[in-house]
């Protein structure tokens, strides 16, 4: 199931740097959340298993499933939306985990998405969205008029792109010590750079869903790329100084604005 995976010389320095203790290994099948059986499996690689376990009152009972499993006491690894490579601090030490999916992802992106990874681990943040909003994500479940997935996902991607505002300085400053890195994460925001510019368009027309494009404005944040209202509003350092709190206030202020930009043309 699981297999220790070399790194280059490259990614072993932004390891080091950043995550000194991690592990990385490859994972033979694709998973959204690892069953407890099989992430138990990671106690034989592993200096020991840390469960992680959320209060039951931070889930609203109308939440995606894996959400409320995720939170509860079996031990559980990984959400829905983690992507190709995602990592853990409920092993000690923390897990790089590098999906099947990752077959066919060009070298130069998987490496940068690894390293983001390292990243990640060193700034001490919390693993998933859960343990970022908290006792708040009650609160954005009423901000968002919305289903629990579109709840979901829009969270998911608050906490990215909070948490790409943390780590895309790092990213910039790659240029001359990993340049290769820095190449792969410039290329990536390149390409979706006309996406984001048309966003409001794209969701005014209908051909994306509000949550959808929540996802890739916040993808967008650590690429540094230009955003449009409203989600200019999440690039500032104010995000990063109240997280939670503030995210849950842009959703409100956001959804009252298009309820009322809705009664206009009404």
């Keep these: 199931m699981f297999e220790r995976r070399a790194l280059p010389d490259h990614l072993a320095a932004v390891r080091e740097r950043h995550a000194k203790d991690s592990i990385v290994l490859d994972v033979d099948t694709d998973f959204e959340t690892l069953p407890p059986a099989t992430a138990e499996d990671l106690g034989l690689l592993v200096d020991a298993l840390d469960p992680a376990t959320y209060p039951e009152s931070w889930v609203p009972a109308d939440a995606p499933r894996p959400l409320h499993r995720y939170a509860g006491s079996d031990f559980t690894v ?19 985990l590098v999906k099947a999916r990752a077959t066919g992802t060009p070298d130069a992106f998987l490496d940068f998405l690894l390293a983001e990874a390292f990243v990640q681990i060193g700034l001490d943040a919390p693993e998933s969205f859960l343990p970022f909003f908290g006792e708040a994500y009650p609160d954005l479940d009423v901000a968002i008029p919305l289903g629990p997935a579109a709840v979901y996902q829009i969270a998911a991607a608050l906490y990215e792109g909070w948490l790409g505002l943390r ?41 994306t869903e509000f949550a959808d494009a929540t996802e890739l404005a916040c993808s967008a944040i650590k690429h540094g790329l230009d955003l449009p209202a409203p989600f200019a509003a999440l690039d500032t350092t104010a995000y990063v100084d109240y997280g939670p709190e503030y995210a849950v206030r842009w959703a409100s202020t956001t959804f009252e604005k298009l309820a009322e930009d809705q009664d206009t043309v009404d």
């Design 78 to 96: 990984g959400l829905p939306g983690d992507g190709t490579v995602m990592w853990t601090r409920q092993t000690v030490p923390p897990t790089v």
């Design 167 to 207: 780590t895309r300085q790092i990213f910039a400053e790659w240029e001359d010590d990993h340049p290769r890195l820095h190449e792969a994460w410039a290329d990536a925001g390149d390409s979706l750079r006309d996406r984001v510019a048309d966003l409001p368009g794209a969701v005014a027309r209908g051909e």
